[in-house]
């Protein structure tokens, strides 16, 4: 399904701030949009994703006990995304008052946790 403008303008955000992280890059992953650092995924944009009408971001988070506790806390915010393990979030990018602050921060922490060390070791982002 082809994104709206608004939906073009998210998913340029998302990439703006995933491939602004050192040696990441972007590849077709599920037909969604994804985002590596040394081969491992970091974040993936989704949209309307088998009709549920949503746009996501999908980021890793350091183990299953922050997923739930971001999830229940912010539940607006974060959900469980579908076909991922533990341990990964969904954030909503609907919402036209999103902190796109915060979204760059969560994408860049997921990144720290796939990236190799010698990335980290040299100043990381």
Known sequence: MPLSPDRDAILTKVRDLALALPESEERPS???????????????????????????VIVK??????????????????????????GWVSINLEPEDTDWDHVGDRIARSWELVAPRRLLEAGGR
Do not use: C, N, W
Request: cysteine-free; proline content about 8%.
């Open 61 to 86: 988070t350091g183990d299953p006990e922050e997923a739930v506790s971001l999830i229940e806390s912010m539940p607006d915010l974060y959900s469980r995304p579908a076909y991922f393990r533990a």
């Open 30 to 56: 599920h037909m969604q949009p994804t985002f590596f650092a040394a081969g491992k995924m970091f974040a993936q944009f989704r949209h309307d994703h088998h009709g549920d009408d949503r746009t996501v």
